[in-house]
């Protein structure tokens, strides 16, 4: 299974970006697909999930700025990205997985640079 990641570039402070992450596989159906980011020197950390069951989630750097959803059809997840920050960025992976536990998907990454 491979998942394509799209979006993402440069944008200004204030700003708004978009990304997209579908997966190649239309059979797969994902328990779970979402968004972390790597920072320079930092770690990786997640920003949003989507599961199939249970409630959304976002990391608190980007609650109330950041929108994630799903189309279980096209077997994608959008993250839209506002009132972006300095601190946002980094380089975003989509994931998924197709069970609690299971091994992660992992897109190919997409580069987001947020400047003053």
């Known amino acids: 299974v491979q998942l394509q990641a799209s979006g993402g570039g440069s944008v200004q402070a204030g700003g708004s970006l978009g990304l997209s992450c579908a997966a190649s596989?239309?059979?797969?159906?994902?328990?779970?697909m979402g968004w972390y980011r790597q920072a320079p020197g930092k770690q990786r950390e997640l920003v949003a999930s989507?599961?199939?069951?249970?409630?959304?989630y976002y990391s608190d750097s980007v609650k109330g700025r950041f929108t994630i959803s799903r189309d279980n059809v096209k077997k994608s997840v959008h993250l839209q990205m506002d009132r972006l920050s300095l601190e946002d960025s980094g380089v975003y992976y989509c994931?998924?997985?197709?069970?609690?536990?299971?091994?992660?998907?992992w897109g190919q990454g997409t580069l987001v640079t947020v400047s003053s």
């Open positions: 994931f998924a997985r197709v069970a609690l536990g299971a091994t992660s998907f």
């Open positions: 989507f599961p199939s069951l249970g409630a959304t």
């Open positions: 596989e239309s059979s797969l159906s994902p328990y779970v």
